[in-house]
């Protein structure tokens, strides 16, 4: 909203035309791997250090990949923008940030949820705030990245920084198989995240492709108010996989939490396709 109040609405679509292909890269930093590092922490506590220096290893690695991908083929996509620095900032931003992830990964383990929506809140102040004051201060898109890239630096160390008082170092894997077994498990899951990310972007970046960068803004105002209303249900999965992982040797069990979650997903859901089938009639 601020965005298309202060810079209009081709400005507007510049950003989620940027963002939309920064998330289409967003499944690389960790391929998969942190969810089977919280699978694995919920069930052996004491492998943590391994664990969270395996996890920190694999994203370090790809998040360097994801980046050089990003910073090489944007100019390809879209040469007729004048934005490349703002996608530099975006793509370093994402590096950071798949880093500051890896800080929460065994709170998430113990469902010490409380610790992890802190760490989302202070991570969404800092980069809100710090974008805004560079918007404000450059009235550009580069200004605005760039302060969303210092916002996620700031979480990143404040998280770390209780992570680490509260936890152990993490222990850089010396042997290669052990991290290249937890990518071949996260894989598949690396894989599903890919494909769903491009299914909820491609249409904006087909526009952006092939049309002007008005339309794209006019397109993301409706889409971006959609999807934000059905983002509650990442939160809740977020919350539940501990507890699956550590009930699934229990069938009944599993089976009743399953059930639980997802008539909680309907709940929400629901409500919210009759009302836009409604708005569309």
């Known amino acids: 909203l601020i965005i298309a109040r202060w810079l209009g609405v081709s400005f507007y679509g510049s950003y989620n035309l940027i963002n939309a292909f920064i998330v289409i890269f967003s499944f690389l930093p960790d391929l998969g791997t942190n969810l089977i590092v919280i699978r694995d922490l919920a069930k052996s506590p004491r492998k943590r250090p391994v664990l969270i220096g395996q996890a920190v290893t694999i994203n370090l690695i790809f998040s360097a990949v994801a980046f050089i991908i990003i910073a090489v083929s944007f100019p390809i996509y879209a040469p007729h923008t004048n934005v490349l620095l703002a996608v530099i900032f975006a793509a370093a931003t994402l590096v950071v940030s798949s880093l500051r992830t890896i800080a929460k990964l065994a709170f998430d383990a113990a469902e010490a949820m409380h610790i992890s ?5 202070l991570n969404s ?8 004051i560079g918007l404000s201060l450059t009235h550009n898109l580069t200004g605005l990245f760039a302060g969303a890239f210092l916002g996620t630096c700031l979480s990143f160390i404040i998280e770390w920084f209780i992570s ?5 170092w993490p222990r850089i894997p010396l042997k ?7 990518l071949k498990q996260g894989l598949p899951l690396g894989l599903a995240a890919a494909t769903a990310l491009l299914y909820t ?5 087909i526009l952006g492709r092939f049309m002007s960068l008005q ?3 006019w397109y993301s105002a409706a889409a971006t108010l959609v999807f934000g209303l059905l983002q509650l249900n990442v939160p809740l999965m977020a919350a539940v996989y501990p507890a699956l992982s550590r009930r ?3 069938p009944q069990r599993f089976r009743e939490l399953i059930w639980q979650v997802s008539g909680i997903i309907l709940a929400w859901t629901l409500p919210w396709k009759g009302v836009a089938l409604w708005k569309a009639a």
């Open 164 to 168: 680490l008082k509260t936890f152990t």
């Open 201 to 205: 972007q491609i249409d904006t970046l």
């Open 125 to 132: 102040v800092s980069s809100l705030s710090l974008a805004l």
């Open 176 to 182: 290669i198989f052990p991290t290249l077994n937890l």
């Open 248 to 250: 699934h040797p229990q």
């Open 117 to 121: 929506a802190l760490f989302t809140i």
């Open 215 to 217: 339309y794209v803004g």
